[in-house]
């Protein structure tokens, strides 16, 4: 495990489960019943294949938050692209800023990344905070985050 992986979960409780398995979908099932809040940073599409629908959690937890982080959102033209940090640098310009014509470099400091996972934290906090709380799905596109901020 690198550094940065285990300074960001520093204290945290974690569990691997094969939702591919029957077992492991079993298992990820029985904790959306008793979770606020499920993180997935798939391509598009991926949850879906694996038998994981909205539709499916919110009856199973009526005030689920399900968060989908991907490079370019759920839907729309670019959305099937994969994306990592330094390719949504690039789409967005940030990496314009680093250099001139040839020259340019990726910022060294996971910025998308970052900004993205801000962005969720603050929507799904905007959420946990509401008394009316309904299941809900945010959609959060790396590529709008950074753009935006």
Same mark, same amino acid.
């Given at each position: 495990?690198?550094?940065?992986?285990?300074?960001?979960?520093a204290g945290k409780k974690s569990i691997a489960i094969n939702i591919k398995s029957k077992i492991g979908k079993d298992i990820f099932f029985k904790l959306v019943k008793k979770s606020d809040v499920i993180v997935e940073n798939f391509k598009p599409g991926t949850i879906k294949k694996l038998g994981i629908v909205f539709s &499916? @959690?919110?009856?199973?937890?009526?005030?689920?938050i399900l968060t989908s982080i991907s490079g370019f959102g759920q839907?729309?033209?670019?959305? &099937? @692209?994969?994306a990592y940090d330094q390719i949504i640098q690039g789409y967005s310009g940030v990496m314009?800023?680093?250099g001139k014509g040839k020259n340019i470099f990726?910022?060294?400091?996971?910025?998308a990344d970052t900004i993205g996972g801000l962005n969720a934290a603050l929507a799904i906090t905007s959420l946990l905070n509401n008394k009316n709380r309904k299941a809900?799905?945010?959609?959060?596109?790396?590529?709008?985050?950074v753009i935006s901020s």
């Open positions: 495990m690198g550094i940065s992986f285990l300074a960001q979960n &499916k @959690l919110k009856k199973i937890n009526k005030k689920i839907n729309g033209s670019l959305s &099937k @692209l994969p314009s800023i680093t990726r910022v060294g400091y996971p910025v809900s799905h945010i959609d959060i596109s790396m590529l709008d985050s």
